[in-house]
């Protein structure tokens, strides 16, 4: 026999067992004592046999949607054992002739079909005509069983409020009160039918697959709060001034083993000096100088940024002399007073090709050792003007209308040897105090690739505590924004500080990805600490989980979904990117199955005012143990990680239960095996 002929047979089979189930017979009254107990019972069991083999086949759903199109259920009774709910039966858009919302015919609007449930079903959340799952509120007076109360309340598309409820064969059912549906359910609407066709749909409407009548208490739902922890994550965080132009600010006083783990949200260690410094001879160099320091910070997973530079006022020589030597031309000046015979520190001349082309081959051995460096979180574009700040109007103030130029080939020169690695050049190039969001230099460095910083924030009291908020505004839609505090000492002194608040809103105003630590570091935090804290949870991004939902249960080798809502806190994107996953392990840690999801990039999560982040809800659908490897069912426990494409986990998130490795447990998830499996023997 053809499994098509096979096929037809039980379709012919389920057709006839329905239509003698539902051969009518005379109505039931409200208190009408039923006694075909065993019949009725026998009915069901043919009933769940059948549709047990029947459910294998791939159009079960046309089948049952075209018997149940015969079907009308009655409303005046139920048996003690079940509740009563409206399901909607897809494909089938009219309910029964005569069940219909509201008493006026002309404004009535069609039903979905009432079918029969377990009592073990009341008060479980079902889809109703069409609304979305879970689209009830609870609430009200309508009672379930016992002292459990419960409404549900659906969507607007319904006509209806139903309480879902056990009923005895001589209760009525119990209307709630939906306005203009008082007559939507009487004993009128529908007519009369035997029990036992009643029940029949009920077991068609239980095993058939309908994708709108999922149980809440099959699911899990977790809401997970946020700790309210600092997160150490990629493209963000705190900057340690470990050399600040001068080697011994500011980790001079730092033992060796000290990497300010105490420090909450530190993520980066950032090494500013000369280039005399590390080129004292021409061709010589002297990379211990920034290897040393970066490796106690990498060894703590932490990351490096750096800054050369090429004029100081507080030594002769930032450039090395050699370059003057080979001829390179400059000048020497007084700090705050400009060139000067008689000054004691020399500038190039930024734009000498001399010193240009000794640049650029520092940049490139310097480029060798560091593009594309996963342990490299930025470098400053750092060559031009005092400090490598971009400035030159208490140095050697070269002329307005040659600095633009300049600045150019000083843009040209580091993205010719940094590709990989993100770049930054200092709002200063623009003029120290002028304020705008475009300007040729800064718009330039955009169009090559390279992000923005401010080293000036909080140098003057308020209103001048900073300029270029606005000129940040094209930069961090794309790449992170790094901000520089004045020396806090100093800026305390000014009157600059005041409370910090306005640190935090600096980091709003730019929306900030890096903010530095520019002063002995515990004196600056145990001064400042719930400032820091404040800004902690702002700064960057931050990834919060809102809600996810997983079924309770899952065959392996089988499809199911998971839903999740998701949020950015912080004021600026997670630039680089990820997706989620899910993991399952064993009691001893190991892991399970691996599920990344692939269709969503939290990169794309929008980041919003504070307590107003923008929410995305995402549903992906996996499968465990499809093929391999070899999946035992039980049960596991559940993590969420967000990272790489293949489940890697990378991004912190401010979620309580970290395995040490970024994942984070939500709960348990119990898997099954398919019933064609549960009878093959192991393998030997």
Not at 107 to 133: D, I
Not at 135 to 155: L, W, Y
Not at 488 to 497: D, E
């Amino acid at each position: 026999m053809t499994s098509k002929t096979c096929l037809q047979n039980w379709r012919r089979r389920l057709a006839w067992m329905f239509r003698s189930a539902a051969k009518p017979q005379p109505k039931a009254g409200l208190t009408t004592d039923y006694t075909d107990t065993t019949d009725r019972q026998e009915s069901v069991s043919s009933v769940k046999s059948v549709v047990e083999d029947f459910s294998k086949k791939e159009d079960l759903d046309r089948e049952w949607y075209t018997l149940g199109r015969h079907a009308h259920a009655p409303v005046e009774e139920s048996s003690a054992r079940s509740a009563m709910f409206i399901v909607k039966a897809s494909g089938e858009p009219q309910a029964p002739p005569g069940a219909a919302c509201c008493a006026d015919p002309a404004t009535s609007r069609p039903v979905p079909l009432l079918t029969e449930l377990g009592k073990g079903s009341a008060g479980r959340r079902f889809y109703k005509h069409g609304a979305p799952n879970g689209a009830f509120t609870d609430g009200g007076n309508c009672a379930t069983s016992g002292s459990e109360r419960v409404r549900k309340t659906p969507a607007p598309n319904l006509c209806r409020r139903l309480c879902c409820r056990p009923l005895s064969k001589t209760s009525q059912f119990d209307k709630a009160h939906g306005k203009g549906c008082d007559q939507a359910f009487s004993s009128a609407s529908f007519p009369g039918r035997p029990f036992r066709g009643f029940v029949l749909a009920a077991v068609l409407s239980l095993i058939a697959p309908m994708p709108a009548a999922l149980a809440e208490d099959a699911v899990n739902t977790v809401r997970p709060a946020d700790t309210g922890a600092a997160l150490v994550n990629p493209d963000m965080g705190w900057t340690m001034h470990f050399y600040s132009n001068i080697p011994q600010n500011y980790g001079s006083r730092l033992e060796p083993s000290d990497t300010l783990e105490d420090f909450p949200g530190l993520s980066t260690v950032y090494l500013r000096v000369p280039w005399a410094f590390l080129e004292p001879e021409e061709g010589r160099f002297n990379w211990a100088l920034l290897d040393t320091p970066a490796q106690r910070w990498i060894a703590k997973g932490k990351r490096v940024a750096l800054r050369l530079t090429c004029s100081e006022n507080w030594m002769p020589y930032a450039t090395p002399q050699w370059v003057r030597q080979a001829g390179a031309n400059g000048c020497f000046y007084e700090f705050g007073k400009g060139p000067t015979p008689q000054g004691k520190t020399w500038d190039p001349d930024f734009g000498d090709p001399v010193f240009l082309a000794k640049l650029d081959q520092f940049l490139s051995v310097m480029a060798a050792r560091y593009d594309g460096n996963p342990n490299v979180a930025f470098i400053d574009i750092g060559s031009y003007g005092l400090w490598g700040e971009g400035h030159t109007m208490m140095s050697s103030r070269v002329p307005g209308a040659l600095a633009p130029g300049i600045i150019r080939q000083h843009v040209d020169l580091y993205t010719k040897h940094f590709k990989r690695t993100l770049l930054c050049i200092n709002d200063d190039v623009a003029g120290p105090d002028k304020p705008g969001r475009h300007f040729p230099e800064t718009d330039y460095a955009f169009s090559k690739g390279v992000t923005l910083r401010d080293d000036s924030i909080l140098v003057q009291p308020a209103p001048r505590s900073w300029y270029h908020a606005e000129m940040a505004q094209a930069f961090w839609p794309h790449w992170p924004i790094i901000l520089e505090h004045e020396h806090y000492g100093g800026s305390k002194s000014r009157g600059a500080w005041g409370d910090g608040s306005l640190l935090l809103k600096a980091v709003e105003d730019y929306h900030a990805s890096y903010m530095s630590i520019h002063w002995w570091p515990r004196v600056e935090l145990e001064e400042n600490r719930a400032l820091i804290g404040r800004i902690n949870l702002r700064m960057g991004y931050r990834l919060q989980l809102r809600q996810m939902s997983w079924p309770r249960e899952a065959v392996i080798g089988k499809p199911f979904k998971v839903r999740s809502v998701w949020a950015n806190a912080g004021v600026a994107p997670c630039y680089p990117g990820g997706f989620a996953a899910l993991t399952l392990k064993d009691d001893q840690g190991g892991i399970v199955s691996v599920l990344a999801d692939e269709t969503f990039n939290v990169r794309d999560l929008v980041p919003g005012e504070a307590g107003a982040a923008p929410e995305h809800t995402n549903e992906c659908r996996f499968v465990i143990g499809q093929f391999a490897p070899v999946t035992m069912p039980g049960e596991y426990a559940l993590f969420v990680s967000v990272g790489q494409r293949d489940g890697t986990p990378r991004i912190a998130l401010p979620l309580a239960q970290d395995d040490g490795q970024r994942r984070y447990r939500l709960g348990k998830i119990k898997l099954e095996l398919q019933a064609s499996a549960r009878a093959l023997p192991r393998p030997q």
